[in-house]
Structures are given as C-alpha cells and as structure tokens.
C-alpha cells in the first residue's frame, strides 16, 4: 500500500510536468473576413453609444510605463464620456507574443497591442489586425511626419501596416575617463570592428597579479547587434531583399560578413579583451556601469540610466560599421502598436485610431522621448522646445539623432522581414556562444544555426500559405 | 457480545452497498480533480504530440508519430538528454549522500547541535527564485563573490555561467543548496526513529563512530535514503526555476534539459511548436516513470524497512 501509494504520488508529480503543453484552446485561427481588415471613418464614434473601452496590452516597465500612463490618463481626460484606453502590462514582448496568440484561438484579442519589431511578420500573417495605412488612407492623415528609416521598418508593400511607437537603436557607449587614463581621446571613437578591437586591446587593464580589472570591450550576447553590424554593412540578414520583395525562405546571416562579425566578437573574449557576460543585457550593462567595461553596445534606451548611474563620463559614438568602407546603417528597433480587426466593433477600431494618432503626435512623442530615451518616431518632436531642452541636457543622444539622419532607408536597414525571427535571433546568439566556446568557428556555427532553422521557417511559410 | 457471530454476516452484506458508496464518495473529489487536472492534460498532451500547429499553437493537422521520430533522430535532442541525464546525477548524488554525511556528522553530542540542525534545514525555507537570484550574484562573472574570492588565490575569472565548461555544475551545485534543506530534515527525523535500544545494543558490543554509522545507522536509514533518492530524481528531472532564472538553458544548450527544452519549443522565442513540445513531455513522462520503476525494482529490495 506504502510503495503503491508513492508510485501513485511519483506519477502524480510526473503527470504534472505535462499540463504546462496543454494550454492552448480547440478553436483555430479566426480568419479575417474582408470588412474585418478595413478601417471605419470617424462617424463609428460619433454613433456609438455611452463610451469605448479599449484594451490595450503592452510591454513596458518601470519609467517607460509610468510615462505611457500619464499619456494614456491624458488621452482619457480629453475623451472622457467617449473613449477609454484600458492599459494591460502582458510580460516581456516574447511574453506578450505568447499571450496574443492563445487570445486569438480564444477569439479574445485586445483592440490594441504593442508589438516588437520582429514580430511584424508573425502580426501580419495572423490577418487579425487593421493596417495602419487603412486609417490614413481613410482619414488623408499624412504619415511624413513619420521618420523615413522607422516608418520604412513597419512598411510592407508600400503601406504601412503598423503605427510605431517607441523606437530605438543602438549605439557605442564609451567609458570617457577609461580613454582619458589609458592616453586615449574619446572624441576619436572607433568607427569600423578592426579600430574597435585595436582600442579594445588599449583599454584592457590588469592589475599587478596579472588579474583584468577592466576589459576593453562588453555586450550582451544578443543577436540584436549582430543584426545591427550586418545593416551597417549594407548585407542582408535574411534573402528576397530581407522579405521586403517577397516572403523570406531562408536566412542568410552566414555570410562572409556575419561570419566577420562573430569571428571577430568571439576572438575578443578569447583574446582577454571583452567581457563575456552571457546572453542576460541586465548583467552587460551591470558591467559598463560598474565601470569594468571601457566599450559597449546598447541601445538608445538605456542612455538616461547611464548618465544617472555612472561614477564615470558617459560618452556616445555612432554604432561601428563592420568596415570603414561600409555604407549601411542601423535598423530602427523597438515596436509598434497593431489595431485588431476581426472580433471588434467599429467603434473600437476607431477609438485605437484616435490614440495611435495621439500618441505619435509631436507633442506626445516629445514627451515620451525626454521621458524615457526613445527615439521620437515623428520628426517634428525634435523641434520641440522642450525635447530641445534634453538633448541640449543629454548631448549625448545627439549621436542617435546624426545617426538616423545619415542612414538612408534601404532592405538592409530595414531589417528582415520573418515570421520565425525570434528564432532566428537565438540560433545566431547560440553560434555567438559556440563560436566563443571554440566548438566550431563563426562560419560553421552561422551556417548550423541557419540549417536548423530552415525547418521552422519552412513549416511557418506553409501554416500560413 | 455473543449474539455478534449471528448478526455479523447479514449486516456485512447490507453494509457492504453502504461501505462501497461511501468509499466512492470519500473517492470522488480525489478522482474528479486527478481525471481534470492529471488525466485530460495527460490525454491532451498525447492528442497534441501527434498534429502539427498553426501560427497561432493550435493544432492543425494529424502527423502521426512524426514528432517522435523526429526526436529520436535529432542530434539536439540527444544533447538534451544527456545533460538532463547528467543534471539529474549532479544533484541527486550529491544532494543525498552531502545531507547524510551532514546528518551523520550532527549525531556528535557538539555544542549547539540543535542549531546547526537548524541551520541546514533553512535551504527548504527558500523560494525556488529567491534561491537562484542569490546564486546569480555570486556566479556574476564581473562582481560575484566566486570570482572574487577566486582572484585571492591568483586563479580566474570562471564565467560560472557564461562558459559552457561550468555553467551545468553550477545549476546543479544551487540545485544540491535548495534540495539540501529537505534531505536534511528528513534524513534527522529518520535517524531519531531509530529505536534507542539498537544503538544501545551496538554501542555495548564495542562500536562507534564510522563502524555504529556503516553498520547500523545507515542501514537503518534505508528508508529514508530510499525515498529521497526517488523524490530527488523525479525533482532533478523536472527543474526549471532555477534552469530558467540563472542560464535559459543556455550557453550554447549546454543546461538545456528535457523540460527546458519542453518550455523552449512551447513558450519561448516566439516558437509555440507545442507539437514538438508535447511530444517531449510525454518522453520527460517515459523517463520519469521508467526511473522510477527501475528504483522500486532494484534499489528498493536493498532497502531494510523496520
């Protein structure tokens, strides 16, 4: 009975392993009808009765999201008695995809969702949303006021399918004092992977036991910024023009050039010149602001952090190129707000419209700028008095303003389109880590990581036709 | 008392209705949340591992066993076992055989002794998470304790978590910590149900110290030793807190074990191959079982139950 009664308890306990696969619902996709994907004009709200409530699912924390409900509390008081945006933080982005998804085979999706930029494909391809350019079109509301590099990013087919909202890049931070104490001038940042790595060899510091006590250079191992490099270098990232002609069927990130960039990364941490702090982006920059790393990649997001955390000066250079000879640019990240169709009244619709429009407008994107480090997606919020203020306060975030200026929107910059692109992002984070392992150099690990992945991409190109 | 012989048999028969209804009644409640919450997911599961998914997890069609001799042939997924195979020794092992040396070193009469119990039983008192965020600050390659304590002695930095060398001990020594707690306060309650008179008995004939430990206390702990072995095993192979909160599995897969991987194809990175995934569960599932049987088969005959 004793030993029959713990056999049971063992299967309960090994039964248990099991419910955590078995969440998803019965129902499929709801496929969108054709009214569902087209916009309604502004008389939708004018006939709705009592007031709107929208649902609003998004992934922002701490002072980003004190910063989106001040707007969201703003955009209410205007609409009292009309509209209400009902802000729900959902989880990291990863998180919020996961959660979107069970929502759409509940058929209960939010009217409104903020979406990270790799998941435009997946977004579009789930036929569950309005495209943003439908509104426009409806309205004749100009979209030029849109930054061309951010509004090319969520573009597909000419039409904007997405209202970007909080949009970042990334940049090379430099610890100043470091470059001071080493006989370094930090206005003469390094421009191209070979300076950057010469300089790292500069800065790296050892104590009298022989013992780094400072690494020239430091990031995350995130696949972001190998991304990044390949755009700079005008190469693309995934084939048929990034998925900007035609849907991606394979990745191409292991070039000679995404080779380049890995094999140069991995080389640094084996050489005793960068820090490896692992995938984790809160232990990198942990590192920088500690000071133990004189070179860093983040994005524009984390600027107004560093300048309050660190004993040291904060300085900002344009994001390398992989060579001097490079023509490219960065790919503007972040993400964007989708307004869901099928399921949701007229009303609903429109009432996301107002706040999307609200939210890019000059004044809303100055403010959400200065607030929390976001590039302004509409170009006018520069002039701005008061964002003029920060940058004048924060010149250090005039290296993101030149940089976005000098790029010109092309595939590469664009980024790849593709619906398993979260994948894709680990298997080169996974060949980053294999090659610094020294289990396989950059261009085997690359090209394993693309072989791995054609299946996925094989298998989401056929479940959506 | 006499009459009890007659009226026994027809009360019985009468009762036996009565015996069996209640019986299912007291059963029912168990039955109901063990069919919902064990056998439907359980169902499920295997209903999922034999269909592809749409964009969105939902099942779309029917693939057979695909998804099984898809595993069987994937080189990941032997990784996957292997480390599971070897996070599960790296713990268990450990885990058991560190508490019993600890219990046994507790039996001294030394001052204190009562608080020290104390103290290797607090492990149990904390949270998986709690646990492993403290664990990621002395493993920090930059500022952790580890490395700096490391530097002392002129050896280092280890990237505890970062290299693919170290970052599988490193789990499973947190995992040893958290399970250390537990093991401890069983294997002391073990050891005060041994009945005085033994140890008595042994210690007349002359014996002490490692000879009263190897002959008669850890014999006497079978029991419990038994049993921690199986609970430890079943708990090793289905870790994730700390899996997820210190490494996600990673550098390199190299702490990727079964139900990892299970989290990985369903939730993670935007996959929701929760066919793929199911189909793992239900080998995590084979595996638990087949440990646990090959454990009640062989080890259990070796144990000694008072």
């Known amino acids: 009975m004793n030993k029959s009664a713990r056999a049971l308890a063992a299967l309960l306990v090994a039964g248990l392993s099991l419910t955590a696969c078995s969440s998803s619902g019965d129902s499929g996709s709801g496929s969108g009808g054709s009214n569902d994907a087209a916009a309604p004009g502004a008389q939708a709200l004018d006939q709705a009765s009592g007031v709107t409530g929208v649902e609003f699912w998004h992934s922002m924390t701490g002072k980003n999201a004190e910063v989106l409900t001040g707007l969201v509390n703003q955009f209410n008081a205007a609409h009292q008695g009309k509209i209400e945006i009902k802000p729900q933080f959902q989880g990291k982005y990863d998180e919020l995809v996961t959660k979107y998804k069970a929502a759409v085979q509940q058929k209960g999706t939010p009217a409104l969702v903020q979406v990270y930029d790799i998941g435009t494909r997946f977004m579009i391809d789930s036929k569950q949303t309005v495209p943003a350019q439908a509104f426009a079109d409806k309205d004749a509301f100009s979209l030029d006021d849109l930054d061309a590099n951010i509004r090319n990013y969520y573009s597909v087919g000419g039409k904007l399918q997405s209202m970007p909202f909080n949009s970042s890049m990334p940049l090379l931070y430099l610890n100043t004092d470091a470059f001071k104490e080493a006989g370094l001038d930090p206005a003469q940042a390094p421009k191209d992977l070979d300076e950057l790595g010469e300089l790292a060899k500069k800065l790296t510091k050892k104590d009298a036991d022989g013992k780094t006590v400072r690494y020239g250079f430091g990031a995350a191992i995130y696949g972001w910024f190998v991304e990044q490099l390949l755009a700079e270098s005008g190469t693309m990232y995934c084939d048929n023009d990034n998925g900007r002609s035609n849907k991606a069927g394979k990745v191409v990130f292991d070039s000679a050039q995404g080779a380049r960039i890995v094999q140069w990364w991995a080389d640094l941490v084996k050489g005793g010149y960068a820090a490896n702090t692992g995938r984790t982006t809160d232990d990198a920059q942990a590192a920088f602001k500690a000071g133990t790393v004189a070179m860093h990649l983040e994005s524009t997001g984390v600027l107004r952090g560093y300048t309050e955390a660190a004993k040291f000066g904060v300085g900002t250079a344009a994001f390398p190129k992989v060579t001097a000879a490079d023509q490219g640019g960065p790919v503007i990240g972040g993400a964007s707000l989708w307004i869901s169709g099928p399921g949701h009244s007229d009303a609903e619709k429109r009432a996301a419209w107002e706040f999307e429009k609200f939210l890019t407008a000059p004044e809303q994107q100055a403010a959400w700028h200065t607030g929390t480090g976001y590039f302004p997606v509409n170009k006018k919020s520069l002039d701005d008095p008061k964002d003029k203020e920060w940058v004048a306060k924060y010149p250090q975030f005039q290296t993101a303003i030149d940089q976005l200026k000098a790029t010109k929107p092309t595939p590469a910059t664009a980024g790849c389109l593709l619906g398993v692109m979260p994948q894709a992002r680990k298997g080169v984070e996974t060949a980053i880590e294999q090659t610094i392992a020294g289990s396989k150099p950059a261009q085997q690990a690359l090209a394993d990581a693309a072989k791995e992945l054609q299946p996925a991409i094989e298998s989401y190109n056929s479940s959506v036709g | ?306």
Request: with cysteine; glycine share 10%; aromatic share 10%.
């Open chain 2, 1 to 306: 008392m006499p009459t009890a012989p007659h009226t026994a048999p027809r009360a019985g028969r009468r009762n036996r209705w009565g015996e069996h209804g209640l019986a299912w009644a007291f059963l029912l409640p168990s039955l109901v949340v063990f069919v919902l919450f064990i056998g439907y997911p359980l169902g499920r599961t295997i209903y999922l591992s034999g269909h592809a998914n749409d964009l969105f997890g939902a099942p779309s069609r029917y693939v057979g066993m695909k998804h099984y001799t898809d595993l069987l042939t994937s080189a990941d997924f032997r990784r996957t076992l292997v480390t599971t195979a070897l996070f599960t020794l790296f713990t268990v092992v450990p885990g058991v055989l560190g508490a019993l040396v600890l219990v046994l070193l507790l039996e001294n009469r030394i001052r204190g002794v009562r608080l020290l119990r104390s103290a290797f039983a607090l492990p149990f008192a904390f949270s998986v998470a709690s646990a492993s965020v403290v664990f990621a600050v002395f493993f920090n390659p930059a500022s952790g304790v580890l490395n700096g304590l490391l530097s002392h002695v002129g050896l280092g930095p280890i990237g505890w978590l970062t290299d693919s060398r170290y970052a599988l001990v490193s789990v499973a020594v947190t995992t040893v910590w958290m399970n250390l707690g537990y093991n401890v306060l069983v294997l002391s309650a073990g050891i005060g149900s041994i009945p005085g008179e033994i140890v008595e008995a042994a210690r007349i004939d002359g014996a002490s110290g490692l000879r009263l430990a190897r002959s008669i206390t850890v014999p006497m702990l079978g029991p419990n030793l038994f049993f921690l072995t199986v609970v430890s095993t079943v708990h090793a192979l289905q870790s994730f807190g700390q899996i997820h909160i210190l490494t996600k599995g990673g550098p390199d897969g190299s702490t990727r074990t079964l139900v990892y991987s299970v989290y990985e194809k369903a939730f993670a990175y935007g996959s929701s191959d929760f066919g793929t995934a199911s189909a793992q569960a239900v080998v995590l599932l084979v595996v638990v079982l087949a440990c646990t049987a090959v454990q009640f088969g062989v080890l259990e005959r070796k144990v000694h139950y008072a």
